[in-house]
């Protein structure tokens, strides 16, 4: 069974740095493409970033709102994939799910709790 | 980026219906190299991480019942649950992954009376 957990996540300051990670297990973690979505409060799904696996150059992308502030890296030998954010902004308050998937996700965390406030 | 809209944004109906809910996307999400059109859906219930419904448009994720379907091409997409359960109540997203940056669409919320 495919488990993703997430951890990391808590109450920052506007401009403050956060790092979040996701335990994978029950699948190759060193071969999946993994992103992170997240969720703002009564807003819907966004789409935050995502990492290729290594094999298909380890590169990431990003979302608009979030590019030159976060990024994704991933220690296969961990099993984990990470996402630092810096700058955080109170619009990045939300609800951050790590997900596995190479075009769609067909696993996700339980979800990360962010919130960005003075 | 390719913007998805979904429509409508909620829609109520009874036990036993069947929900239509439509997906246009901004350009084509058809990948000519394959003619697979990269277009996912999901529910999402509260308290619970999303989940995969449809991938590639039509087809069912793993263990998703018959009563969801997906079907469209290009820009035009529609997920139908037909026979909705007490259990469908949730809100449902389009997503398309023909390019980064991955986008959703805003989400359709569906109700049952």
């Known amino acids: 069974e495919v488990q993703l957990v997430g951890s990391g996540g808590g109450l920052v300051k506007p401009g403050e740095s956060l790092r979040l990670s996701c335990v994978g297990s029950?699948?190759?973690?060193?071969?999946?493409?993994m992103s992170w979505v997240r969720q703002a409060p009564g807003k819907g799904l966004e789409w935050v970033g995502r990492?290729?696996?290594?094999?298909?150059?380890?590169?990431?992308d990003y979302g608009v709102p979030v590019q030159g502030r976060f990024t994704i890296s991933r220690d296969d030998s961990r099993n984990t994939l990470y996402l630092q954010m810096t700058g955080l902004k109170t619009e990045d308050t939300a609800l951050y799910f790590c997900t596995y998937g190479y075009l769609f996700f067909s696993a996700w965390g339980q979800g990360v709790l962010v919130t960005v406030s003075s | 980026d390719i913007v998805l809209t979904q429509s409508p944004d909620s829609l109520a109906l009874s036990l036993g219906e069947t929900a239509t809910i439509n997906c246009k996307s901004s350009q084509s999400v058809l990948y000519s190299s394959n003619n697979k059109n990269y277009v996912g859906w999901y529910q999402h219930k509260p308290g619970q991480p999303p989940k995969l419904l449809i991938y590639?448009?039509?087809s069912r994720g793993p263990g998703v019942p018959d009563r969801f379907s997906g079907s469209g091409s290009g820009t035009d997409f529609t997920l139908t649950i037909s026979s909705l359960q007490a259990e469908d109540a949730a809100v449902y997203y389009c997503?398309?992954?023909?390019?980064?940056?991955?986008?959703f669409g805003g989400g359709t919320k569906v109700e049952i009376k």
């Open positions: 029950g699948f190759t973690f060193n071969n999946a493409w």
């Open positions: 590639l448009a039509s």
């Open positions: 990492i290729k696996s290594e094999a298909d150059g380890g590169t990431a």
């Open positions: 997503q398309q992954s023909l390019t980064a940056p991955l986008t």
